[in-house]
């Protein structure tokens, strides 16, 4: 259950932007909620930005306090597909981030033990 949904990582200055995609595969996209991660080697992973059906049918999102501010979430529920863009990227923001699947009866913000399906992850530099 995990495969290749991401994409658009790559190598950036301080300073730059980058734009993550999420194309996913092999569930239901309308029944889940969705996030992403992201890891350092020798950090934990941990949870970035959500984005979760809110009141009125309308979308709301959860930011890490790490990134609020820089970093935004995005879904297309046509092309069953998330984005993440990326802004004002420090070198601290280096890591392999990773698109997951929550379904709807866990919390959007409870980590990565509320995950059903991982991508297998996209590389993300950020140089000083």
């Known amino acids: 259950r995990c495969s290749s949904w991401e994409s658009g990582g790559g190598t950036v200055q301080a300073g730059g932007s980058l734009r993550l995609h999420c194309a996913v595969s092999?569930?239901?996209?309308?029944?889940?909620?969705m996030g992403w991660f992201r890891q350092a080697p020798g950090k934990a992973r941990e949870e970035v930005s959500c984005?979760?059906?809110?009141?009125?049918?309308?979308?709301?999102?959860y930011y890490a306090d790490s990134v609020k501010g820089r970093f935004t979430i995005t879904s297309d529920n046509a092309k069953n597909t998330i984005n993440l863009q990326m802004d004002s990227l420090k070198p601290e923001d280096t890591a392999t981030y990773y698109c997951?699947?929550?379904?709807?009866?866990?919390?959007?913000?409870?980590?990565?033990?509320?995950?059903?399906?991982w991508g297998k992850g996209t590389l993300v530099t950020v140089s000083s």
């Open positions: 997951a699947a929550i379904p709807f009866g866990n919390d959007c913000q409870m980590g990565s033990i509320g995950v059903d399906y």
């Open positions: 092999g569930f239901d996209f309308d029944d889940y909620d």
């Open positions: 984005i979760y059906s809110g009141a009125g049918g309308t979308a709301d999102t």
